[in-house]
């Protein structure tokens, strides 16, 4: 979208949110925006027949199973706790399920369990290492490809596991530098991608029997991401991949000659985050590109026919397909708009039958949402930043107070759709402004490279110069601009209230981080291949020791005179929590106003609700404290 056109949307928005000026907003609880889920995570067995879901009452959280064709469902686990946090069928008769042991250290027991409920068994005593499933389906009606990094905790090796012994042998000894496993249709280990840190090496095999081979070797800052290998031309696999080109394409690569075969969908303007490959038709079915939204383009028409009917079926809102059985002609349908959490359904595509299943959170109505539009400004040095804006309903929309809300990184970035946060930070009069600051994903090689070692850098600049944007249209009351965010966004709040005086009137920081020295070192053992890369993006720690000093709040407690809100648990081992405590003494130290809140736990856990709802009632009143009254 050119600048001309973002900046005639945005007056339109502000025209329109000026004809409804007056009109009373309804104070929406704090509850009502950051509730669990009721029932969710909705499955389909295999065959079709059976529906699958999680349903919470009280403090308990089970996994249920329905019949289709009856109606009838059960209860198949008998848990006290909400510590189910992900779950999938393996065959027509049998589910697998994590439930977390230690949330702090995202490590979680896995248990098998047939359909009825019956045969429930752990599968294997891991310890403190992690066990993952690497293929979710039985393998001779009996074994299950396990990666485990109980062997050694900085790299998982590939297990067998015989679900009806419980015996565990390993296959695959990994030779220390591969970082990821990947299988075929049919569960054969074929794929696997080592690194040095720096540079990636694609690693294929013909036959189980034998050993991998270098494919080819990219620099990390390349994108080179397989999704699936091909079932009719074993030795080729589909990838997204940004080899020789900026933009993320969908390649075919012969892994014998390490040569593209052909491209299925290429586009200089257009970046791809996403491919799905059937199983069924044996081919990819379409791409999906992110500018301000998502977008499909289908390379199979069937598989278009069918998201124009689900389209004719479900106007006005996004439609994702999240989970179908084998056949694939049942599937479980998410829908949203920024405006709309959405619901689930079950869509019966031969009888073109759609059945609501549930809505993902029955408190929010959509008339009481606001709009997120997009917005585009161009950065000091010329680059074009791209994000969001989400104006308060029924207010004037000038002279508003803002919060500006960096996302979470690095690699990630904001996307159009429904936030929780936003909307709750909306309905209590703020203008919300969110931008993709270079460094972030989506829009490229040349930008997300742009942002390494940027951070209190040229990744500030961009924030403040979207900032300056609002104000010079007015948008903005440069005298009630807030920052606020999670983890590197955090960090990035907290980086703004010293290195940009004048800018904040507040600001504040959940999980953030505070001092790089310290992130880098946090980071776990089955990450430290990929430690030179995090120097890279990040920093070095012993080359560029400046820089980051300069770069971690922790060292700039003397220069802090806004209110601060920090937000941390204790649990948390990305952060420091005692380094944390500390900063905050400094701050008080100095006279600065600090709000610290102590979480008990990660407040997107399963068991996070009540974190959730502790959290953003310490920030809506520390925002009136220090904006709305102003």
């Known amino acids: 979208m050119t600048g001309a056109k973002t900046y005639i949307l945005i007056v339109l928005t502000l025209l329109s949110a000026a004809c409804r000026h007056g009109q009373e907003v309804r104070v929406i609880p704090v509850a009502d925006f950051f509730r669990s889920q009721d029932k969710g995570s909705y499955g389909i067995s295999p065959d079709g027949k059976l529906l699958s879901y999680l349903k919470v009452e009280g403090k308990k959280q089970n996994l249920f199973v329905e019949d289709l064709s009856t109606g009838a ?19 027509n008769d049998k589910l697998i399920y994590y439930k977390d042991k230690t949330v ?35 393998i001779e009606n009996k074994y299950l490809l396990l990666s485990s990094n109980k062997r050694d905790s900085t790299v998982f090796d590939i297990y067998r596991l015989n679900v009806n012994t419980g015996q565990m042998e390993m296959t695959v000894k990994n030779p220390g530098n591969i970082t990821e496993w990947i299988t075929d249709s049919q569960g054969r280990l074929r794929l696997a991608t080592a690194s040095d840190g720096v540079n990636e090496t694609l690693l294929y095999r013909d036959k189980e029997s034998e050993a991998f081979r270098p494919v080819i070797t990219n620099n990390f800052k390349t994108t080179f991401r397989p999704i699936a290998l091909s079932d009719t031309k074993p030795e080729n696999v589909y990838a997204v991949s940004n080899v020789n080109r900026d933009k993320n394409a969908l390649v075919e690569l012969n892994c014998k000659t390490g040569k593209e075969v052909r491209i299925l969908f290429s586009n200089d303007t257009l970046n791809v985050v996403d491919a799905q490959y059937s199983k069924t038709k044996k081919s990819m079915t379409f791409v999906v590109c992110e500018t301000w939204k998502k977008e499909k383009h289908y390379l199979d028409f069937s598989t278009k026919r069918l998201y124009n009917e689900l389209d004719k079926l479900l106007p006005g809102t996004e439609s994702r397909i999240i989970d179908r059985d084998k056949a694939e002609r049942t599937f479980i349908i998410r829908t949203f708009t920024d405006r ?75 996307s159009w759709g429904y936030n929780a946060e936003v909307q709750f ?28 070692r940027e951070w209190g850098g040229k990744i500030q600049d961009d924030i403040d110069d979207g900032v300056k944007w609002l104000i010079a249209r007015k948008v903005a009351n440069p005298k009630k601009i807030a920052i606020y965010g999670t983890g590197f966004g955090g960090y990035i709040a907290l980086n703004s209230l010293y290195s940009s005086p004048g800018m904040y009137t507040c600001g504040g ?25 995090y120097y890279e993006i990040i920093g070095n720690p012993v080359t560029q020791v400046e820089y980051m000093r300069q770069a971690s709040p922790v060292f700039h407690a003397y220069k802090f005179s806004v209110p601060v809100f920090i937000a941390q648990s204790p649990k948390d081992p990305r952060s420091n929590a005692g380094e944390a405590i500390q900063f905050v003494k400094e701050l008080k130290k100095r006279n600065v106003n600090v709000t610290y809140l102590e979480k008990e736990n990660n407040e ?5 609700e009540e974190d959730r709802q502790k959290l953003y009632t310490a920030l809506e009143q520390f925002l009136a404290a220090n904006l709305s009254k102003k």
């Not at 469902?73 to 065959?91: G, H, P, R």
């Not at 981080?513 to 089955?526: A, H, R, T």
């Open 73 to 91: 469902a059960v209860q198949i686990t008998q848990l006290n706790e909400k510590n189910i946090n992900y779950y999938f069928w393996v065959s």
């Open 104 to 138: 702090a250290e995202r490590q979680s027991d896995v248990f098998m369990i047939d359909k009825d409920g019956k045969n429930e068994r752990k599968l294997s005593d891991n310890g403190k290492s992690k066990l993952k499933v690497l293929k979710d389906q039985l």
């Open 340 to 414: 709309n959490p959405g619901s689930y359904y079950i869509y019966f595509a031969a009888k073109g039958l759609l059945k609501k299943l549930s809505d993902f959170n029955p408190s929010i109505k959509e008339s009481e949402m606001s709009s997120m539009k997009p917005i585009t400004y161009t950065s000091r040095d010329g680059l074009a930043i791209h994000g969001y804006l989400t104006l308060p309903l029924n207010k004037s929309p000038e002279n508003l107070p803002v919060i500006v809300l960096p996302h979470n990184g690095p690699g990630s970035r904001n």
């Open 425 to 452: 930070l909306a309905n209590r009069g703020y203008a919300v402004f969110q931008m993709n600051y270079r460094g972030s994903s989506g829009y490229g090689k040349s930008f997300m490279a742009a942002g390494f």
């Open 509 to 533: 920081s959940n999980s953030g981080v505070i001092n790089l020295f310290s992130y880098l070192k946090s980071i776990p053992p089955f990450l430290k291949t990929n430690l030179q890369m």
């Open 604 to 608: 997107f856990s399963s068991q996070g």
